[in-house]
């Protein structure tokens, strides 16, 4: 069904057990994960052939980072090696009304100091059919936004179809250092995928009758955000995730996809989550929608396919979404009881 390359920081995720907050916590429990990565996994769990790209370094913790999509099918042979540091992230989940925290130690990464001589964008694009990339990997240093930009020249020259995630974070880089770099790469976007923040953060597109601190969001106002996004820049499709945050735990999760040559704008149905963890919960959403615009799905078909994706990833901990094609087409075909399968 076409070979996929993603492209990102692949970062160690350290978090305190269970729910406690860091000044509690006497040990972390560690993970890997990153948005492109955790993409990828999502890719490989659905049969896709598909290879991680960034840079990470030799020795045993850039190899354990490795291996932490190795063991699950990503392909890593595209992965340069060097550097000194690995990213870290610092999570601190969120209950009931006390949101998630999360604490950056990424600074000097092996892939924030990479290089565009690392990277051998038409040897890594050859044969490929699906490019994704996110708004946090140009966003680690100035020379990222160059490196991003040549890979898209790179593999829009070659036919590859390009999707990115917007994924503004405010931690990483302003409002006006995301728009200037995100308006210079959105130009060889064909799939745009950004939720109900980032298009207005980025580019100051807002949806009308929507405040998402009170879980209000008027739909209709969702299709104007798509429509100027895929005017602006000459996306073929934008999706739209639209969360409605009642606690830490409990979410209404669906989405909107917009296809720009039939003018269909799809919404999906509406998922009521008890969440587990949510991170990574936007990157399921967009391996589901990779994979199913490249099975074919219709428009509708594709949204729901993502959106039970993502569903099901806010129940399992980590970045890392483990289910299988049959698990989300079963819930997205209305089988949501969660009832024991034996």
Not at 20 to 30: G, I, P, Y
Not at 211 to 234: H, N, P, T
Request: net charge negative.
């Amino acid at each position: 069904m076409g070979k996929i390359v993603t492209f990102g920081e692949l970062m160690l995720r350290l978090q305190p057990y269970d729910y406690l907050r860091f000044v509690q916590a006497d040990s972390f429990e560690a993970t890997f994960g990153g948005g492109e990565a955790n993409v990828a996994v999502s890719l490989a769990n659905y049969g896709m052939d598909v290879d991680f790209v960034t840079k990470l370094p030799a020795h045993a913790i850039g190899q354990m980072a490795v291996n932490s999509l190795r063991k699950y099918g990503v392909g890593t042979g595209k992965i340069v090696r060097g550097g000194d540091r690995v990213g870290i992230y610092f999570l601190e989940k969120g209950a009931s009304q006390r949101g998630s925290v999360c604490i950056y130690d990424r600074a000097h990464s092996a892939i924030a100091e990479a290089k565009p001589s690392d990277f051998d964008w038409d040897s890594i694009f050859d044969g490929v059919d699906w490019f994704h990339f996110t708004g946090i990997t140009p966003a680690l240093c100035p020379g990222m936004v160059e490196i991003c930009e040549e890979a898209c020249k790179v593999a829009k020259a070659k036919g590859v179809t390009i999707s990115c995630d917007l994924n503004y974070r405010g931690k990483l880089w302003t409002r006006d250092e995301a728009r200037a770099a995100m308006t210079r790469l959105c130009q060889y976007v064909d799939v745009c995928i950004s939720n109900e923040e980032d298009a207005k953060d980025v580019f100051g597109i807002e949806a009308e009758n929507t405040d998402i601190d009170s879980g209000k969001l008027d739909f209709e106002g969702y299709k104007s955000v798509a429509r100027q996004l895929a005017e602006r820049f000459g996306f073929k499709k934008v999706a739209i995730t639209l969360r409605e945050s009642l606690s830490a735990f409990d979410n209404n999760w669906s989405a909107m996809l917009y296809d720009v040559a039939s003018g269909e704008y799809c919404f999906s149905k509406k998922y009521k989550l008890h969440i587990i963890d949510r991170v990574g919960g936007g990157d399921s959403f967009g391996g589901g929608l990779i994979y199913s615009l490249l099975s074919g799905k219709s428009t509708q078909d594709a949204v729901e396919f993502a959106v039970a994706a993502s569903a099901l990833k806010h129940s399992i901990e980590g970045d890392y979404n483990f289910v299988t094609v049959a698990e989300v087409e079963k819930l997205a075909g209305g089988n949501a009881s969660g009832r024991v399968q034996r």
